[in-house]
């Protein structure tokens, strides 16, 4: 079993920063690509970003490219989302979540089996 708690959600004007971070448990984790996804009110959860089991490797979401970046650390089992030059449209609830099984940087929400329970993320302008 995974289990996985994000934190470093707030408020943050437009143009500013945050990371938020993501902590494992299990046994899982480090054998396993992680995801960030986000889902705003009324609209569906949507890709952000992953990271391959190794770290070596990353994808991200058009929207976010260039201003986002995920890093893993396996010995500490957390993965790490730094958002930069935020935009009022990043407002919404960020999620992880792990593919067990997978391999590379998987971009669909039905190849993640377990999530966390999400951090809000509100950007003003």
């Known amino acids: 079993q995974v289990q996985l708690v994000e934190s470093g959600g707030g408020l943050v004007q437009a143009g500013g920063s945050l990371r938020l971070s993501c902590a494992a448990s299990?046994?899982?984790?480090?054998?396993?690509?992680m995801g960030w996804f986000r889902q705003a009110p009324g609209k569906e959860r949507e890709f952000v970003g992953a990271?391959?089991?190794?770290?070596?490797?990353?994808s991200y979401a058009d929207s976010v490219k260039g201003r986002f970046t995920i890093s893993r650390d396996n010995a500490k089992n957390t993965v790490d989302l730094q958002m930069n030059s935020l935009k009022p449209e990043d407002t919404a609830v960020y999620y992880c979540?792990?593919?067990?099984?997978?391999?590379?940087?998987?971009?669909?929400?039905?190849?993640?089996?377990?999530w966390g329970q999400g951090t809000q993320v509100t950007v003003s302008s």
């Open positions: 990271i391959s089991r190794s770290g070596l490797s990353t």
């Open positions: 979540a792990v593919a067990p099984g997978r391999i590379g940087v998987p971009g669909r929400i039905y190849e993640y089996e377990y």
């Open positions: 299990g046994r899982t984790f480090n054998m396993s690509p």
